[in-house]
């Protein structure tokens, strides 16, 4: 593929406001779009304090902040995305509604373009076969948040190309980041070994084995993970959490994967993280129900972190 000029970037949501401000950081123009005007408005605000806070540290001159906020422009309409060489999509952890925007972009988009999804589980290959490109769809999952983070995830589905993979290899490294690559199995690598530990750590809060910080503590600790799996799972998003174990117990077959009730009771209650400003821990009263250790402070550093990603950050 020709030098990539133009992303289109679906969901403008924690990933999708982070992956569109990545792209633009690197000189490339961004739609972003998202069926929810709120979301763009907060996309756009998350984008503009994330580089303000770039050129306030020195990390990022004025010039090139400024260029990268006009390179980036929100759109509630997706026909705004016919142009682009790449879509990148970072909509809700649903098959279904993944399915209809893939089969929607597969008219809107132009013939040579890449549908990617920053899906964290579901199969590449079934949103492919909704399409009539199934040869240049495939997985890009970044890590939360894209900025940030150092890794991308590249699934490749049954009938991804070896142009399409070069191609998306190729953009990830002009992202900075480091590539992995994943067949196309529920969970791909990261989130198949991640997601059960943050179920498991559900089950130990569920069951009365321990208390949520003593459960944090005791991983952030006791196994050197940057923050414990509680507070990841927050977050991440426990939708997200939720979503995901469910793609793994269907897809996978066994009931090691199932969600912990716990897990989805905190969904259903729309209990979901630090998004809702509420989930395993409180986050709307600093005084109330936050964690005593230190990972809420680990997550608000998270918040605060600049262009140079650490060791220590870790997020999926
Ligand atoms: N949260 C994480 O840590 C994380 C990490 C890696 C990958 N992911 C994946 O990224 C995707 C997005 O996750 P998120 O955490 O950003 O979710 P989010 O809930 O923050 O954002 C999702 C956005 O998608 C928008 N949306 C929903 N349906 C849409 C549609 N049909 N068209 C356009 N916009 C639509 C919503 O309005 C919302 O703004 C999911 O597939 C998730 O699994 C999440």
Redesign the pocket.
Known sequence: MAEIKMIGV???????SGIALLAAANGIHVWL????PN?LSRAQKYVSTFVQSLVSKGHLSQAAGSDALIRLQCTSNLEDLQSADVIIE????AED?KKK?FSELDKIAKGSAILAS????ISISRLASVTNRPQQVIGM????PPPIMKLIEIVRGADTSDETFSSTKALAERFGKTVICSRDYPGFIVNRILMPMINEAFYALYTGVATKEDIDTGMRLGTNHPMGPLTLAD???LD?CL??MKILHAGLGDSRYAPCPLLVQYVDAGRLGR?RGIGVYDYRNPKKGKPKEKEAKVEEKEDKKETKPKENDA??
């Open positions: 679906v969901g403008g949501g924690q990933m999708g779009h998202d069926t929810d979301a970072a909509i809700v952890e509604v925007l920053n899906t964290s589980s999952h970044f890590m939360n977050f991440i998003g997200v979503s995901i998004k997020a999926s």
